[in-house]
């Protein structure tokens, strides 16, 4: 006993020490840590201090930088005037869109011209889409000061008006068809089929001349369509036609010209005051400017154009509207030449320029309670066509043209393309089977799952999904097979966002006035190449596999490449509500706004990329990751840094890609600094920032045009 209290004695004695030595021990390193903790403190303040004393001078000087994005707007001012003289000068037989005498004068002309050839039709077509194609460029493309308001009513009420028109001209020559089917009548069936297609339309027609059961349906061989007709149409004088556009004059206005965030210029006290409002109501002026209804479309072949074009110019109002409200705020920031204190800036109303995109789905303002949303409207905030339309009526026969002698006769009824009715307004009570369609999907569109179909609801003037059942999509034949109660303009609609968020990016210098940006998604790698003041699809690469060669390699506009790629289902451009339908962490305006700025800047002699800790930095700065690269070969993993930025303050972080844990400690030997050019230009050569400083402006808009098309600091 006596030596089991000694051996407690000795043990309670080694915890008391030990306790004494971990409270000293614990003294010491909460001392150390203080003392640390005050040091860094102390250097943290004379950093802050000195940034603070050479922000003037470092902002000056990088507003000398920032004036190549004026000089690349005066000079696209210029190339449009200089266009539009080219074009005067030529006295082609082409008109300018802009000028109302000549587009209507040209208008007026086609729709007096009685030659229904369906042939001809596409050949003026082609010429019809690249009038809307121009209209709608300088609708999202046009600086607010080189565009008025009457302008921008006038061209939307062109684009509806020639849509209108090139419908029309194919119902005519749908009518002019089916008076003359003996042309195309098939000796084996003894029904008339035709298949006509260029690169902008596929023309189906099919005619129930036999009226047998047995031929009740039908495969395009030329473009592999189909249908299934109930008996009851198999027994009648029924034509049905499928005809496929692969443009979309279909779904509202707003959808087909959707803009791009855009350069302002505003002054730094300005942009301070109108931040914090932006910050605290993001949602305010685009909710104002969501309230344009969906724009109406010609839809049913008896529908007088002239009616239909009417009651769709009603809608242009609004939409016209939306455009105003952010002309009026560019219009605010007219720069001062004479104040050198004024700073070029992103205004925080850079990503508002999607206003025209109106939610489908509006939220009442009123007291009353809420209607619950319509499950079978589509949202095409979330859902985008892609593919163009199919167009799918069925159609009365009109009198056939007979022969005598060398007389062509045909009975003249001034009625247009009439419609059959299926259902009949007698069995609309009853039940009536449904017609089955089989579509082959063009080689030249991407689909990553399995599309949505939707029919277009002229009366609602919206895309739904009901009335349509039994989908069969089949992967390897790009072939889609569904049921449809009645016939309906159809549309293959994919997730827009289906390629967000981004797996990785990079923006690397690739010669004198040349890069490539190269995104990441689940899917697909792309790849951009830029040069001087164009850029092209290098590739597209699925599974391992090239794919759409048919855009790759072409030199176009930065405009023009977004509009191509989304066509072709491969969408990496985010729009204002993107950020509702993905987990992501969103980023401030002012911080995102000024990278892409700077980035652009610095792109032909600096390498950037993705960096993992961009998620975990917040949302008021972001992270990247950062290499000097003069030379071709691709940027080693050991030569990157991490770089944070707030929009006001820039720093070399501690940390490397493969770190543990996120901290923004900054590197040792390092500083803050205003910009991120003044905190690059601490670690780089000469040579590196003489290559920046004689970009071309032209070089440099093109990559910031694309850098705030795909938003890779907030969608990756």
Known sequence: KAELRRLQREEEERRRREEEEARIQAELEEAARLEKERLEQEMMAKLAAKDRERREAELAELHSLEQKFLSAEQWKIDYRAHAKWEHYLSCDENPDPTVLREINTFMSLWREDQNKDIKLVMEKGEQVLNLIEKLQLLLVDAPSNQITEKEIVQYQESILELQNLLHEKYNGATEHLLKVTCMYEDSETGNMHAVIKDKNVTFCVWVNLKKKVRFKNHVFCDAQHGFDLPKSLAMSSVAVRILHTHYDHVSPLWLQCQSVPKLEVLDSKELTQDSKHDIEEPGEEGNKANEEPSMPVKEEPSMPAEEETCGRRKSVVSFQESISSIADVNETGEEDDEKKSEILDISLVLFGHFVVQ?????????????????????????????????????????????????????????????????????????????????????????????????????????????????????????????????????????????????????????????????????????????????????????????????????????????????????????????????????????????????????????????????????????????????????????????????????????????????????????????????????????????????????????????????????YS
């Open 358 to 714: 109106e939610p489908l789905i509006q939220e009442e303002t009123s007291e009353k309670e809420e209607a619950k949303p319509d499950e079978n409207i589509v949202d095409l905030q979330q859902f985008v066509p892609v593919g163009g339309v199919y167009h799918i009526d069925a159609l009365q026969v009109p009198c056939q043209v007979k022969q005598i002698k060398d007389w062509s006769m045909v009975e003249l009824r001034n009625v247009g393309l009439e419609a059959y009715p299926y259902p009949s307004e007698e069995a609309e009570d009853a039940t009536h089977p449904p017609i089955e369609i089989t579509l082959r999907l063009s080689d030249n569109v991407m689909y990553f799952a399995t599309p949505v179909i939707a029919r277009w609801d002229p009366a609602g003037q919206q895309w739904r999904t009901d009335d349509i059942s039994n989908i069969t999509y089949e992967t390897e034949e790009k072939s889609i097979t569904f049921k449809m109660g009645a016939f309906h303009t159809i549309a293959l609609l994919q997730d827009a966002h289906i390629n967000m968020p981004y797996q990785g990016w990079e923006l690397q210098p690739t010669g004198t006035d040349e890069a490539l940006l190269t995104v990441t998604t689940v899917f697909a790698v792309i790849q951009i190449q830029i040069k001087g003041n164009q850029c092209m699809v290098s590739s597209v690469v699925v599974e391992e596999k090239q794919v759409l060669s048919h855009i790759t390699g072409k030199w176009i506009s930065p405009l023009n490449l977004r509009e191509v790629l989304k066509k072709a289902g491969v969408n990496i451009f985010p729009g204002e509500y993107s950020y509702t339908f993905l987990s992501l962490n969103k980023k401030a305006p002012i911080a995102e706004a000024k990278a892409y700025q700077q980035m652009a800047l610095l792109a032909s002699a600096f390498a950037f990329g993705r960096s993992k800790w961009n998620l975990e930095a917040g949302q008021e700065q972001v992270v990247f990751k950062v290499s000097e690269h003069l030379k071709a070969e691709s940027v080693k993993d050991k030569d990157w840094s991490l770089y944070l930025f707030n929009g006001q303050k820039a720093q070399k972080l501690k940390i490397t890609e493969s770190s543990e844990a996120f901290s923004e400690e900054i590197e040792e030997d390092s500083e803050f600094h205003s910009t991120i050019y003044h905190m690059l230009k601490d670690f780089s050569s000469k040579e590196a920032i003489d290559k920046v400083e004689t970009a071309s402006f032209l070089f440099i808009d093109v990559v910031y045009q694309l850098l705030l098309a795909t938003r890779v600091l907030t």
